[in-house]
């Protein structure tokens, strides 16, 4: 039964962490299949599939943050490169009530977190369209890509002076 002085659930909806993905885009792709029609043969032996991941991140508004995973792979190498693939994929961010501190490991590790599904399907139908079996690239771990990230930047700064 309401008492009239309500539940306070508006109040708190106000106050809440809140994560909204404004818009996702893709920025930037490249897929090349530079051996093709060879290399779309039966293979001797399964390519070495290297990729890179690198998120970066830049604040647009008060609360808005544009976020980018850059994805750079490639299966095989030399003359026997099969394919490779650039990508870069954005999303630009609404982020209200985060504590100052939280900010940039939310930045840095849970927009590219609901980024990465979408990139890795640009991925996997950029590579079957290119005549190969999807690639479907294994979850990445923001957390330690970000760990990963500070360590290397503090192992840079100079220390201070005694």
């Known amino acids: 039964m309401a008492d009239g002085q309500g ?24 897929f090349e299949n530079p051996n093709a029609p060879r290399s779309l043969g039966p293979q001797e032996k399964p390519p070495n599939i290297a990729i890179q991941v690198n998120v970066n991140a830049r604040q647009v508004a008060e609360t808005d943050f544009e976020v980018n995973i850059l994805l750079e792979g490639s299966a095989g190498e030399g003359a026997g490169l099969l394919f490779k693939f650039e990508l ?3 999303g630009l961010f609404r982020l209200r ?25 640009i991925i996997a139908d950029a590579v079957r369209a290119g005549g190969f ?11 330690a890509l970000y760990r990963k990230r500070l360590s290397e930047a503090a192992a840079k700064a100079p220390s201070p002076a005694s």
């Open 7 to 30: 539940n306070g659930n508006g109040a708190q909806a106000d106050t809440a962490p809140s994560i909204n993905a404004m818009v996702q885009y893709t920025k930037d792709f490249s």
């Open 133 to 143: 079996p999807p690639l479907y690239i294994d979850p990445i771990d923001f957390a």
């Open 97 to 121: 009530n985060i504590a100052p501190n939280d900010m940039h490991p939310v930045v840095m590790i849970e927009c590219p977190r609901l980024l990465f599904p979408f990139a890795r399907q």
């Open 88 to 90: 870069d994929y954005a």
